[in-house]
Every structure is written in C-alpha cells, then in structure tokens.
C-alpha cells in the first residue's frame, strides 16, 4: 500500500518568514495530493490540493508543488503569520478521495 | 450549512466493552469515512461508506465495523477493546463527484482504561 514520509516533523519560524513542508510518497499510482491544517481541538480542514496532471498550484500565499518523477510534494506558506501555528498534514491516494494516506504532520509554530 | 457532528465527544471506556459512535454528515453529502488519529500512528483510514455501502476499508482488525443509514448517517462500533483503542476518532463527509475535498468533524475522544 502507499506509505507517505513527511518533514520535519515541527518547524518554528518569525512572522512574515517563509515555511516549507516536505512528502514523499510510495505509490507511483497516487493521482491526488491534499493538505490539511488542522487547529487545536478541531477535525483536519483542506487548505489545498492538487492532482498528478498539475505541477504547481496557489492559492494566495499557500501554494502546492508536485514532482511526479521523485515522487514528492511540497507546501509553500509565504509571509507566515501566528494565525498559520497548527498541525499540517499532506496526504495521498490512489484510490478514492476518502481513502488517504497521511503523512505524520508537521507543527508549525510561528512566532510574533 | 451544519457541518458534521460527531457525538459523544469524548468517552471512557474499559478493556473488554465495546463503543459506538455517531457521526451526521453535512447535509447532501452522501459519503462518510472514519479515520482513527493517534500520536504514534497520526491519521489512519478506517473505512469509507456510500449509500449505505462500505466502498473501502482500511486494515484494522475485524473488532472495528461500521454502517450507514438511508439519511447517510453513519455509527461506527469498536467491541472487545483494547488499551490501544485509545484515539481520537474522525468523521469526514464528501460531496459525491470529483470533489476531493473531505469535512471532518470534531472527532470523538476514546480513552480505554
């Protein structure tokens, strides 16, 4: 089955810095790849996604990049700010966008 | 719209009981799948249900079962639990079509003595 690795596993930075979170995936028939940020004592939230036909995808300062080749995918958050502190999770699927495999997360503290 | 509702929030259980619990969907959203969330393990899928159909299943061990109702609520059921039953449990819905986008509820917290 698909194994997903993700780092680092937490990642502190100074407000307005950039931070960059890395998967790799197993499975060369994964064909989508979503984010989830999840807070304190909430359930995952998608914040974005993107499918093995697209190479890079934005969404304001969030943006997506995936190497189909390597088999790795990165998120981008440019200007971090505190409100951007939780636990980000990458995933990936091969089959059905309800049976992800997730990555361990990362903890992203941005600090004032 | 509500979004999903998960009920109870937390519980504790002893070893050897067994558990249900509740998830509704977001209104219109006819699949539901479970995931179980622990420290060591992170998010791991349980199943997945559609029109009252499991569609998927993860690779836990027959203990863990669910279902879905014509209204796409959905139960899932633990029996004979274990310590490390211990998680939190996620309920996600999904528009049908090529939405990937999944809604997780707040999740129900298991803790088994």
């Known amino acids: 089955g698909e194994n997903v690795e993700q780092h680092p596993s937490t990642l502190s930075v100074q407000e307005g810095d950039s931070a960059v979170i890395k998967c790799t995936y197993s499975?060369?028939?994964?064909?989508?790849f979503p984010w989830y940020k999840q807070e304190l004592g909430k359930g995952p939230q998608l914040i974005i996604d993107?499918?093995?036909?697209?190479g890079e995808k934005k969404d304001q300062r969030i943006a997506v990049t995936l190497n189909k080749t390597a088999k790795h995918f990165s998120l981008h958050i440019t200007e971090t700010q505190p409100e951007d502190s939780a636990v980000y999770f990458c995933a990936a699927t091969s089959s059905g966008y309800s049976t992800l495999t997730f990555g361990k997360g990362t903890m992203l503290l941005v600090s004032p | 719209k509500a979004g999903v509702t998960q009920t109870p929030r937390y519980l504790i259980k002893t070893r050897g009981q067994q558990v249900t619990l509740s998830c509704s969907p977001i209104s219109g959203h006819r699949s539901v799948s479970w995931y179980q969330q622990t420290p060591g393990q992170g998010l791991q899928f349980l199943f997945e249900?559609?029109?009252?159909?499991?569609?998927n299943k993860g690779n836990f061990p027959g203990r863990f079962s669910g279902r879905q109702f014509s209204n796409s609520r959905s139960e899932m059921n633990v029996s004979t639990l274990e310590l490390g039953d211990s998680a939190l449990y996620l309920c996600a819905s999904r528009e049908t079509g090529n939405t990937g986008e999944l809604f997780f509820g707040e999740g129900s917290r298991l803790t088994v003595l």
């Open positions: 499975d060369s028939a994964s064909n989508y």
């Open positions: 993107i499918r093995s036909n697209v």
């Open positions: 249900y559609f029109s009252e159909t499991q569609r």
